[in-house]
């Protein structure tokens, strides 16, 4: 028999794509080791490299004929071997499955029956396929499906099943991005600019992963993994889309050195013993916010300071409204007071003290009933109704493919407004004054979020499609996140 085994050795994830090149180079601002820091502990982002550097990963991609573990057959086989943090050998099987590929998996795959006919069985390369995987760690982007079905070959085959740690992409990537709607390998690779040319076929899955994992473990470095078992339980410690930092660990100048490196909308929290709140401030990266934020990490005795990143900065600001009310009065006053002095200038405010004179904003019948702004993962759309600006009314979808989801949310919640049955949750008074009059300037200067009323929608759908799709061309997400990250 004529075995056809494509097997590629020796190439490195710094060969496959240039952007790994300096993937792993120490970030000054987030190591501890960093001078700026006022932490006395050597252990940090160095120690987590070299930690990471010390493990050996295998990620592996099966095609089979189908999901049935009892009756289906692997037909190929990609494997990828990293060792210091670099890709160092490849690996490619075609399998001859002993049954007819079902001409959907043909298509899919690409690969034909007169493509595997001469092709070596499994229990021909097993053995090799074992020896490369050793004791290695197995990284699949589903080991739901890759690591069972293994494991059922080898069970037919007379062989024990893997014994080797596991990790799987796609569940790592639900914990570091979090409200992530799509974490298919072909989307993860298109928003972290991975090159994946051939989709189903098992090497390039198997690299395209290999670049992924790559990608996650320098996001562990820099969000100074300490524990192996940190990969396996990564929940509340490296998403994305925040960071904590601890009183006795970091310094203020760490802290608004990580500010000036952000480019999106961003919720800053200080909070005291036993977690209250002294400060928080929804920021959109200007000089004037860094400043206040760096004077309070210098006056006030936090114990904690997260920064959270949004996309829109009136989803900031929802969130900041559970915020608000729990800081002290003159908190609350020197807060808002910053914020209508950068955002909203050209109105006067009347003398410290009297914030509640504030005069409020006019958002009249003809205002609009929704509000949409790009979500800050890319390819997502966020919508509230302006009357209910809470977290648990609003809707998060991907656009274009979730139009009549979108559609279905707006006729729901429209009811619910023509009804007066839709809640209005609590908004201390002087943040709804400056979210009222930030609204209506948006809306006035068409800055980049979509205001509507319901009719629209409701009566001429396409039209309103239409009108979403001109505003979204005109603003696309710009945010450039998750390969910016905080």
């Known amino acids: 028999m004529k075995f056809y085994v494509f097997i590629t050795f020796l190439y490195t994830g710094l060969e496959i794509n240039p952007h790994i090149e300096r993937m792993f180079e120490v970030d000054p601002m987030t190591s501890k080791n ?20 010390d493990m050996d990963f295998v990620v592996f991609d099966l095609e089979t004929t189908g999901g049935n573990q009892k009756n289906d057959k692997i037909i190929e086989i990609g494997l990828v071997k990293i060792q210091n943090l670099e890709i160092v050998k490849e690996v490619s099987y075609l399998i001859k499955p002993e049954i007819k590929i079902p001409d959907f998996i043909q298509k899919l795959t690409g690969i034909k029956q007169e493509d595997v006919e001469n092709s070596p ?72 600019n991975i090159r994946h040319s051939k989709a189903h076929r ?81 920021c959109m990266q200007r000089d004037e916010e860094h400043k206040f934020i760096l004077e309070k990490l210098k006056e006030c005795d936090w114990k904690t300071a997260t920064i959270k990143l949004f996309g829109p900065y009136l989803e900031a600001l929802i969130h900041f409204n559970n915020l608000f009310s729990k800081m002290e009065p003159a908190a609350r006053g020197e807060t808002i007071r910053l914020m209508w002095q950068l955002h909203l200038p050209d109105i006067t405010l009347p003398p410290k003290g009297q914030e509640h004179l504030i005069p409020e904003a006019n958002l009249d019948h003809d205002f609009g009933d929704f509000v949409i702004a790009h979500h800050l993962v890319p390819e997502q759309m966020i919508i509230f109704p302006i009357q209910s600006l809470h977290m648990k009314n609003q809707l998060i979808f991907r656009y274009p493919s979730h139009r009549k989801k979108l559609l279905q949310y707006i006729n729901s919640k429209a009811q619910r407004l023509s009804n007066n049955k839709l809640k209005k949750p609590h908004f201390h008074p002087l943040l709804k004054a400056f979210t009222d009059h930030y609204l209506e300037k948006e809306k006035e200067k068409d800055a980049g979020l979509f205001i509507f009323k319901k009719k629209k ?22 945010y450039q996140y998750p390969s910016e990250y905080i």
Do not use: W
């Open 121 to 192: 069985t499994i229990e021909t390369v097993i053995d090799e396929i074992l020896e490369m995987m050793g004791d290695s760690i197995l990284v699949a982007h589903n080991t739901s499906f890759d690591i069972p079905f293994f494991n059922s070959v080898l069970k037919r085959l007379g062989k024990p099943e893997l014994p080797n740690k596991s990790l799987c992409t796609n569940l790592m990537t639900k914990y570091l991005i979090p409200n992530l709607l799509n974490s298919n390998l072909n989307y993860m690779s298109k928003i972290f």
């Open 457 to 478: 929608p409701l009566s001429r759908p396409e039209d309103f499609l239409n009108e979403l799709d001109s505003y979204l061309a005109k603003h696309p997400n710009s």
């Open 34 to 53: 960093n001078k700026k820091s006022t932490s006395p502990s050597p252990t940090g982002t160095q120690d987590g490299l070299q930690m990471l550097k």
């Open 202 to 282: 098992a090497l390039d899955d198997a690299k395209a992963t290999a670049e992924l994992l790559l990608n996650y473990l320098k996001i562990f470095i820099d969000k100074e993994i300490q524990k192996p078992n940190h990969l396996y339980y990564p929940r509340n410690r490296y998403e994305l889309d925040r960071i904590h930092y601890k009183v006795e660990t970091h310094g203020p100048e760490v802290i608004e050195a990580k500010l000036k490196k952000l480019k999106t909308p961003a919720l800053v929290t200080l909070k005291g013993e036993n977690g209250v709140i002294l400060y928080s401030l929804p």
